[in-house]
């Protein structure tokens, strides 16, 4: 059997005080929000991850990741949309004149319509296993840890980013994903954002952040 140094030296055992910033494989994104980038490891969304969001239905929950869309969607992979969310039993589609006026390009944005969770759930994979999708949005209504662990190990594959909202309650024993994140709405201005966990790093204390002047639900 191993002692425990020979199983630190071997870089399997995440130390506190190595700062996992210095040792992020690729650049990070911005997220658009200089308060949010504070609180991500390496100062933004990490390509290859997958990040949980916990967040309401109609909470502009989207308008936390649009800055990104807008940088993606002038790269020439796809940034495929998996699913949409509920609100009052109607589904939320994504609206082209907001998404346009935010920046993002339209044009590179994929939209996969379900006909059920099995469904769903193969779409996110396959897109984050194919190379061609630089983000993956999916808002799952079932989710357990092995579904999570595939889609990172093939987000962290192609270096894609990978946004999902799961439809369901927050599960505090643990998830695979890197980052997981909980978001309320405020008021018509603000969102309060704190980070469950952060790969690498403690969990966050709540924050604050302004919403753009025009939020996408």
Not at 55 to 67: F, K, Q
Not at 140 to 156: V, Y
Request: hydrophobic share 40%.
């Amino acid at each position: 059997m191993p002692s425990l140094q020979q199983i630190i030296g071997s870089g399997k055992v995440w130390q506190a005080r190595h700062n996992s910033r210095d040792s992020l494989p690729e650049r990070p994104l911005s997220s658009g929000f200089a308060a949010l980038d504070r609180q991500l490891p390496g100062g933004g969304w990490q390509p290859g991850q997958v990040c949980e969001i916990y967040a309401a239905s109609g909470s502009a929950e989207i308008s936390l990741i649009v800055p990104a869309l807008a940088q993606l969607s002038q790269q020439p992979r796809w940034i495929l949309w998996v699913g949409s969310p509920s609100f009052q039993r109607q589904r939320l589609l994504p609206q082209p004149s907001a998404l346009l006026a935010a920046g993002v390009d339209i044009s590179r944005i994929l939209l996969v319509h379900p006909k059920d969770e099995k469904q769903a759930l193969w779409s996110l994979e396959e897109g984050l296993k194919s190379g061609h999708c630089s983000a993956v949005l999916g808002w799952p209504a079932t989710l357990n840890k092995p579904h999570i662990r595939r889609l990172q190990l093939a987000a962290s594959h192609h270096h894609s980013l990978c946004w999902l909202w799961p439809q369901l309650p927050f599960d505090p024993s643990g998830s695979p994903a890197a980052v997981r994140l909980g978001v309320q709405r405020r008021d018509a201005g603000t969102l309060q954002i704190e980070c469950y966990k952060r790969r690498g790093l403690w969990p966050g204390q709540p924050f604050s952040l302004p919403l753009p002047a025009s939020p996408l639900q």
